[in-house]
């Protein structure tokens, strides 16, 4: 039986690491803008172009709902299992994208090598680590996985719009103005076969992990 008091302590944990890494990234990031001259509004645009960001700050949602904001409605949405695993599985998407197409193009150091840490490690372990102990009790659908490939499929219509408005892409393996729009396509598209596959992992991960707490 899942002691639901633990469990609530283990995810106020998820939270408060989870808003450190975004909250420090978003310090740096404005602050780079400023030393840089381009300024705080242009500081939060380039912050929330980073599907890493958006995940991370998701991932802070979800882990903040259930203890604080249960009752309302927007807390139980950001509290289902639905959200919760699309949330586990986007935050392991971001740690393993970022280990395999990105940590070899940077070499962060001080604060931001603490914030890479938060963003890319910390962060998704934390959140994995705490579905797998605290599997969810409601059972998921086997469409799950495909459900929540909307996300990273929301972002890409999003990265390509802000390229459109003249912005610069956040990633090279997306960036039409350097590889165009036919290899981006079929990067974005590769990557969400890989999302939807790390989502029926986590779908049989939890199904197992429920079954042994029957």
Not at 36 to 59: E, K, P, S, W
Request: with cysteine.
């Amino acid at each position: 039986m899942i002691n639901q008091k633990t469990a609530q302590k283990a995810l106020v944990l998820v939270a408060v690491i989870a808003w450190c890494g975004v909250l420090l990234q978003l310090y740096i990031s404005l602050s780079n803008a400023v030393i840089d001259g381009r300024g705080i509004i242009n500081g939060f645009v380039r912050y929330f172009a980073y599907f890493t960001i958006l995940t991370n700050i998701f991932v802070a949602l979800v882990a903040t709902s259930p203890p604080f904001f249960k009752q309302s409605k927007l807390g139980r949405w950001f509290s289902t299992p639905v959200v919760t695993g699309c949330a586990v599985t986007a935050i392991l998407f971001v740690g393993l994208a970022y280990h395999v197409l990105l940590r070899h193009v940077w070499h962060p150091e001080g604060l931001q090598l603490v914030a890479d840490y938060l963003l890319h490690y910390i962060t998704p372990a934390s959140l994995v680590l705490f579905w797998i102990v605290f599997p969810p009790i409601q059972p998921l659908h086997k469409l799950d996985p495909v459900r929540w490939a909307i996300y990273p499929l929301g972002y890409f219509v999003y990265v390509l719009i802000r390229g459109v408005l003249g912005d610069t892409y956040p990633y090279y393996f997306i960036n039409v103005a350097e590889i165009g729009y036919g290899q981006t396509i079929i990067n974005a598209l590769a990557l969400c076969m890989v999302y939807v596959i790390l989502g029926s992992l986590v779908l049989a991960l939890t199904k197992y992990r429920q079954a042994q707490k029957l």
